[in-house]
């Protein structure tokens, strides 16, 4: 099979290099498959144009979307950019890949739920309600796929971070080694996600060959429950920054244009009995990102 990697120089498109990269030297699979990486410079996913020839020109069986405009709170005055990116282009390569009849992989997030639903784990049956841009536009692209007829399964996730770019853990080691206090709210909780794991599973799935039959939407994050400031702690002790004071505050404390949701946990029941996987606990996920993170430094 040839497989399209989009976004590849971002977070999760690393982590999917990483995972290819591994199978050639001693992971579970080695890949007979092509896999193509682009990003912007090789590949506008927002002109169709563009999309389609690729398509058709490498004769792609599968295209991973590791493409998103995803910040958060810029997304409240940049609509138009992040409906472009987050929907629009996805319905592109969505028609191209159902052109070549192929398979769509899409990167979703738990932001679909933006919306109080108590603190039950959220399934991928109960209703979206996003309270924000950002999950909006991530809503619409999921629509975009469902509407184009292609062969696709879509991954939600919540809370990710890797070795790569701007993220959560990365900015805690730095801040919790920089800052003598640092206030992180108490009342916003989820589970952290290493990217790397769930780039894993995909390229697991698609090597496998469980993509057909398999189509529909997914739950992925790391297994238990933590609040931010829960996950700040786990990092500056981690990663040896013990001389922060870390102190729990409310989500008030830092007025923000997005209401962001408050439970974001996510059932994973469904990818784990599909696909037959075991899902690490988070705080293992986070050793292995801040060593790697050490070892990059």
Not at 76 to 98: F, G, H, I, M, Y
Not at 263 to 277: E, R
Request: glycine content about 6%; charged content about 25%; overall charge negative.
């Amino acid at each position: 099979m040839n497989i399209l990697i989009t976004g590849a120089n971002g977070q999760f498109g690393n982590c999917m290099r990483n995972a290819v990269e591994d199978s050639l030297r001693n992971a579970k699979y080695k890949t007979q498959n092509s896999y193509f990486f682009t990003d912007v410079a090789e590949l506008d996913i927002t002109d169709a144009d563009a999309v389609e020839k690729v398509v058709k020109e490498n004769d792609i069986n599968v295209i991973v979307n590791c493409a998103a405009y995803t910040n958060v709170e810029k997304a409240e005055s940049d609509r138009d950019l992040a409906e472009l990116l987050n929907a629009k282009a996805v319905r592109n390569l969505a028609e191209a890949v159902k052109a070549n009849d192929g398979t769509l992989i899409h990167i979703s997030t738990d932001y679909v739920f933006g919306g109080s639903l108590g603190n039950t784990p959220r399934t991928e049956e109960e209703p979206a309600n996003p309270t924000g841009v950002y999950g909006e536009t991530k809503l619409h692209g999921e629509r975009q796929i469902a509407e184009s007829g292609v062969k696709a399964l879509i991954f939600r996730t919540a809370w990710l971070y890797s070795e790569y770019g701007k993220n959560f853990v990365k900015t805690m080691m730095n801040l919790t080694f920089t800052k003598p206090e640092l206030k992180v709210v108490f009342d916003q909780v989820g589970t952290p996600t290493y990217a790397q794991d769930l780039a894993n599973t995909i390229f697991e799935i698609i090597e496998s060959r469980k993509l057909d039959g398999n189509e529909g939407i997914y739950h992925y994050s790391n297994e238990g429950v933590c609040s931010w400031y829960d996950f700040t702690k786990m990092i500056a002790e981690i990663a040896g920054n013990m001389d922060c004071d870390i102190q729990p505050c409310h989500s008030d404390e830092f007025p923000s244009p997005v209401t962001r949701p408050s439970y974001s946990v996510l059932d994973k029941t469904k990818v784990k009995n599909t696909f037959g996987i075991r899902i690490p606990y988070w705080t293992d996920s986070l050793k292995k990102c801040i060593q790697n993170i050490n070892n990059l430094a």
